[in-house]
Each structure stands twice: as C-alpha cells, then as structure tokens.
C-alpha cells in the first residue's frame, strides 16, 4: 500500500461521526433511518390489511421501533377481540399497544345494519324467481308422490294385509318428500343445507323415539303381529292369564272378548312378548277332571268303569283314547284323575268336560246292572242353544262388523 493511502485511511478514522438531517427537521443517522423505514412500510402493510376488513376504518396505526399503536373505534365486538391476534401475524411486529374501542355512536352502528338489510332484500328479490321454481319443483314432486300412494295397486297385492300396504304408502310419500327437497335445493344451488336438514331431522328423529317409545314399541309388534299371526279372529287364546274370543287386532291391541262377555284390551308389545296359549287352533283338544273315591273303595274296579264309560261317550276320540290315573292319595281316600280328547270342530269343550264327568260320576255311583241301559249323553255341538252362547257370539260378530276396517288379522293370513 502506497504511503498516500495509508494516510487518507488513517484521517477518515479520526473524523468525528455526523447525524443526518432529515427533510422534516428531525436528525438522524443512517440506522434510524432504515428503522424508521421498516416502521413505515409494517404500518402501510397493517393498514392495508384493516382496509380489506369491514370495520376498521377509524382505527389509526402507528409504529415506533417495532411498537404498533392501534387508536380509534370499532363497531364489531368480535373484531375488537381479533384485532391484536391479527396485527401480532404481521412480520416485525414486537409489541401491540390495543387501544381501540367498541363505537358505542347510534348512526355509525344503524347504518350498516341498515345497508345490510337493504343488500339483502335486493338479492332476495332477484332470488325470488328462482325460489319460485324451486318450490314448484318440490310441490310437483311430492304431489306426483301422494298420487302413486294413493294407488291400490301394487301396494296391496305385494303387502300382506292393509296395514302393511298402509305402510308402504306412508314410505312412499316419506321418499317423495325427500327428493322433492334434493331438486328443490339443487335448482337453488344449496344442496349443501341437504345434509344439515338430514341431521337435523335424525336428531329430532331420536328424540321422538324415546319420547314415544312406547308407542314405537307397540307400532312395531303391531306390525310383526300382522305378518305373522298366531291367532285368528274367534279363536279362544290366554294371554297373561286373560282368556277369551280373539275379536279383532288394530295397530295398538288386541281385543278379547271374555266368556263374562267383557272386552279385553291388551297392548300389542305386551302381546308380542308374552306366552300366547290358542285351545282354537288344533282341531284336538284334551280335557281333564278329577274324581274322589273312598278308603274302602276298589280303586281297580272304580278305574275300569270309569275309563270305559268314558270311552263309550261319542263325543269322545279314539285315538289318542281316554287314560285315567291315581292322583293322591291321603287319609280320606284316593283321587283319580280322568282325561278324554274331542274334536273342537264338533264339540263344545266345557260342555263336553262336563257331560264326561257327569256320567262317570253315575258310572262310579252306580254299578252296571245286566240288561240296564246307562245314561245317554247330551248334545254338546260347538254352538248348543243356550242364550249365553248366542249372546256371546253375537257380540262379538257385532264388534268385529262395526270396526272390520281397523282389523288387521286375515282368514288368509301367514300362519306363525
């Protein structure tokens, strides 16, 4: 290096360090002049961003050294609450001094609610033929639907009975309903509320079923009852210890008529779940009865001419035969236990039980005799002519005649 050089090095070393002044009077040195360039251009950048969102037009920003100072009023709560959030993303950023307030100022606070509602009365007015079509669409839809379930056919050749075809048709209506809704929100372009209102109503849905669960509960058994009938109308059933003449099965119970001559109303789900005895059923029906001999008595002898005086009852089956037991036996004698089968689409089953023990009594009383007739049996035809029975019957054809529409058992029904 060159002498002159190292001389002018060595005087600009011991030149003394100058401020900068700037245009405004305010003195500087070249570091706070990029500092305070650095301010300006986080302040432009912050109110850039305020301007893009709707109420911050009276907040000021000033930046010192990193520092943002945020001055004014807001009409929005939230964007009060947000402000501090959203200036802290701004790069350089070091500390935010919020001093904004909620504009408590009526006319700023009405005017933009007031463009708000005008806007949106403007798009809805300019919506509203598309709405119109949108409603007429859903309203030919679910019309097109109510018309296919009101058809008879194929609803009733492909359901079981009525109640089931009712079913399909609600189904039917049910599923036109909701694709009058997808056309109706696709044609206004709002197909995505679709799944908002299928949430909805499963919610509602799931609240209805518990509030009404018992009612589900018997709609359900109802149903599987009409499908699947055990009984049929007249047959005499127990169940839940309740006996008497099936008179009809609605969608909610099953209505007995008791031998008393009173209706027996027993919810379906109850039906359903529990033990269900049909004497109706089976053409072949047991009756059974107890009679009491003696200590001194021949309980052999008193066997034999019980059992075949029973066999010798017309009304009483060959096969399976009649059979006779010993029961008990205690200090006061013997009792034996008698049983016969009849056929119940000839005879009456309490009428004949009770002709069986009328002459086995007589045949247990009274020895045979050569040569002596013994006592002839009564008539015991399922439908004797006896007051009771012709009331009973009547009542019930009565009944069944009167609400014949709600019924929903079927001489050609499924048997369970």
Not at 13 to 31: C, M, N, Y
Not at 401 to 415: I, R, V
Request: hydrophobic share 45%; proline share 4%; net charge negative.
């Amino acid at each position: 290096m060159s002498l002159f050089r190292l001389l002018a090095l060595l005087f600009c070393l011991t030149l003394p360090f100058s401020p900068v002044q700037a245009q405004d009077g305010t003195i500087t040195t070249e570091t706070g002049t990029a500092q305070a360039e650095v301010d300006a251009a986080m302040a432009t950048r912050i109110r850039e961003i305020m301007g893009e969102l709707d109420g911050f037009t009276d907040v000021t920003v000033m930046v010192n050294e990193g520092v943002v100072t945020l001055r004014g009023t807001t009409l929005e709560t939230t964007g009060y609450d947000e402000l501090s959030d959203l200036v802290g993303r701004v790069n350089g950023v070091v500390a935010i001094q919020n001093e904004v307030s909620v504009s408590t100022d009526i006319t700023k606070r009405l005017t933009p609610a007031m463009e708000r509602f005008w806007t949106r009365i403007k798009q809805g007015t300019a919506y509203l033929p598309l709405v119109m079509v949108g409603f007429f669409a859903f309203g030919a839809v679910v019309f097109a639907g109510f018309l296919v379930a009101r058809m008879k056919e194929p609803w009733n050749t492909l359901a079981p009975n009525a109640f089931v075809a009712d079913i399909y048709r609600v189904l039917i209506r049910l599923a036109f309903v909701v694709a009058g809704i997808v056309v109706a929100l696709d044609i206004l372009g709002a197909t995505a509320l679709l799944s908002t209102i299928m949430g909805a109503a499963g919610i509602i849905g799931l609240a209805l079923g518990f509030a009404v669960r018992d009612t589900v509960e018997n709609f359900i058994a109802s149903l599987l009852l009409s499908i699947r009938q055990p009984f049929r109308p007249n047959d005499t059933i127990e169940i839940a210890g309740d006996v008497g003449k099936v008179i009809r099965l609605t969608s909610r119970a099953t209505i007995l008529l008791s031998f008393d001559g009173n209706h027996i109303r027993i919810p379906n789900a109850t039906v359903f779940k529990s033990r269900i005895i049909n004497y109706t059923r089976n053409r072949e029906r047991r009756f059974q009865f107890t009679m009491h001999l003696d200590a001194d008595a021949n309980v052999a002898v008193a066997q034999d001419r019980g059992l075949e005086r029973l066999a010798g009852l017309p009304f009483v089956l060959d096969a399976p035969g009649p059979s006779v037991w010993i029961d008990k036996v205690d200090g006061g004698g013997v009792t034996l236990c008698f049983s016969g089968w009849i056929d119940q689409h000839h005879s009456n089953f309490d009428h004949a039980r009770g002709e069986a023990m009328r002459l086995v009594k007589d045949a247990l009383d009274k020895p045979a005799r050569k040569g002596a007739k013994p006592p002839q049996a009564r008539d015991v035809s399922p439908e004797p002519d006896t007051d009771a029975e012709k009331v009973l019957t009547q009542l019930a054809e009565e009944d069944r005649e009167a609400n014949k529409e709600s019924d929903l058992l079927t001489a050609d029904g499924a048997d369970e």
